[in-house]
Nanobody
Framework: EVQLQASGGGLVQAGGSLRLSCAAS????????IGWFRQAPGKEREGVSC????????YYADSVKGRFTISSDNAKNTVYLQMNSLKPEDTAVYYC????????????????WGQGTQVTVSS
């Protein structure tokens, strides 16, 4: 059974940090890319950051460049999203997802999704 377990969300003040984790199981991790997406109330789901497990290539949305860092521990089948200098506009439910091959910024191209973790940044 494929599972993506996102965790690490919470409530933090503006300027603070959180680290999200996405633990994957049930598929060959090295053959997939993992993406982090977020969705705020009333807004469309947007790609935040992605990483290809095979070559480590990464993507960051302009809104998070320089503040967020994605990394992958292939031995643990886990992808992390370190979020620093958080802003109130980062408030959303964050989802991790897996797509076969290279990463994509298009959510509809992803094969598997986790359940989401809430990130709330207070001003």
């Amino acid at each position: 059974e494929v599972q993506l377990q996102a965790s690490g969300g919470g409530l933090v003040q503006a300027g603070g940090s959180l680290r999200l984790s996405c633990a994957a199981s049930g598929f060959t991790f090295d053959d997939y890319a993992i993406g982090w997406f977020r969705q705020a109330p009333g807004k469309e789901r947007e790609g935040v950051s992605c990483i290809s497990s095979s070559d480590g290539s990464t993507y960051y949305a302009d809104s998070v460049k320089g503040r967020f860092t994605i990394s992958s521990d292939n031995a643990k089948n886990t992808v992390y999203l370190q979020m620093n200098s958080l802003k109130p506009e980062d408030t959303a439910v964050y989802y991790c997802a897996a797509v076969s091959g290279s990463y994509s910024t298009m959510p509809w191209e992803y094969d598997y999704w986790g359940q989401g973790t809430q990130v709330t940044v207070s001003s």
